[in-house]
């Protein structure tokens, strides 16, 4: 059995398996998910997992270089987005809108489906190297 870090094999394999540039995805409970991108569903009941529980979790294995945020967040949860920002202190961030933002996720190399139930709660972490 791992000792530590993230339990999920799935995740687990996702994040061993990236490389500069490539994105995954943290998500809502909501997000339309494209069908051709593998789906790791961790949703049990609304707010179970809570997206911050989930990226605090992938954020200790995986280098990110930049995030992607939708600009509607600003207005609809700041607070949440207040502690994402947060957590991801020292990452570059990049706002676009979320109709942009769901093109997006359609080059993830995976997507996290959370059990947030909060308006535009969705993050594309982009990989970068430990080097």
């Known amino acids: 059995m791992k000792k530590r870090g993230i339990l999920n094999s799935e995740i687990s394999a996702v994040i061993?398996?990236?490389g500069h540039t490539d994105q995954i995805v943290i998500c809502d409970a909501g997000?339309?998910?494209p069908a051709l991108v593998p789906r790791?569903?961790?949703?049990?009941?609304p707010g179970l997992p809570s997206l911050m529980d989930v990226l605090e979790a992938v954020?200790?294995?995986?280098?990110?270089?930049?995030?992607i945020l939708a600009e509607e967040w600003k207005q609809a949860n700041p607070q949440l987005l207040n502690r994402v920002e947060a957590a991801l202190a020292g990452v570059e961030r990049q706002s676009v809108s979320h109709e942009t933002?769901?093109?997006m996720t359609?080059?993830?190399?995976?997507?996290i489906r959370t059990g947030e139930?909060?308006?535009y709660a969705?993050?594309?972490?982009?990989?970068?190297?430990?080097?």
């Open 122 to 131: 969705n993050v594309i972490l982009q990989a970068g190297v430990i080097f």
């Open 59 to 67: 954020l200790l294995e995986m280098q990110v270089e930049r995030a």
């Open 16 to 18: 061993s398996r990236l």
């Open 40 to 45: 790791i569903d961790l949703a049990v009941v």
């Open 117 to 119: 139930c909060t308006p």
């Open 106 to 111: 359609r080059e993830a190399k995976a997507i």
């Open 101 to 103: 933002f769901k093109q």
């Open 31 to 33: 997000l339309p998910i």
